[in-house]
């Protein structure tokens, strides 16, 4: 993964009265998030016969952009207007994947009710890929831009009113409760600044959002 897209945040002066701004953390990428171009490449896609994907809290959409370029059936989800993704999603998915997405949010029940609501767009046998910054990179971050302590995270920009936690992969599968998951190989490159799992859902009683 480039780490340049990791540099979003300036130094501001606090301001509480503001609301906390998730969508302003969006990764403006000019391409597929490495997660999505990894997914392809390695053949988890075909491993697991994916052919429709949900990208919830897609952005501006390039990763939903790339999988369409490769015949793949991609919706994506971001409920902040400015991206145009803002009509919330129906039915069922073979992959769910959710980017970059818990670690901006700075609430702990928020951040499960956001995991519920993957889980019940995932098909019974389908995948969940869930990426998130890890601790260590968002401590060494907050150390070095002197960020702001705010719940259990940072407000990495109060003037801008953005917000990150790290998040381990332990918390990743916490925020999940007890759904039944199966945790899956990752494909993926095994990297200190961020947190990535596979999951599969078993079968299950439906749950619709």
């Known amino acids: 993964m480039n780490r340049k897209q990791f540099d979003l945040f300036d130094a501001a002066p606090i301001d509480y009265r503001r609301p906390l701004q998730p969508a302003r953390t969006a990764m403006q990428r000019k391409e597929a998030s490495p997660v999505a171009r990894e997914l392809l490449s390695s053949g988890t896609l075909q491993q697991f016969n994916v052919r429709t994907i949900l990208d919830f809290g897609c952005g501006v959409g390039q990763d939903v952009a790339f999988y369409r370029a490769h015949g793949l059936v991609a919706a994506g989800y971001d409920p902040h207007p400015q991206f145009g993704f803002e009509e919330a999603p129906v039915g069922e998915y073979d992959l769910v994947s959710c980017l970059f997405v818990l670690n901006v949010i700075a609430d702990d029940m928020e951040r499960r009710q956001l995991c519920a609501k993957l889980f019940a767009h995932a098909r019974d046998g389908g995948l969940l890929v869930v990426a998130a910054r890890s601790p260590r990179a968002i401590e060494q971050e907050a ?57 599969r859902k078993t079968a299950t009683g439906k749950t619709k959002y």
């Open 143 to 199: 150390h070095r831009k002197g960020w702001v302590r705010f719940r259990d995270g940072y407000l990495s920009s109060p003037k801008r009113g953005t917000f990150q936690r790290g998040i381990s992969e332990g918390e990743i599968r916490a925020c999940f409760g007890s759904v039944p998951l199966v945790l899956q190989s990752s494909p993926f490159s095994v990297r200190p600044d961020v947190s990535v799992l596979v999951f």
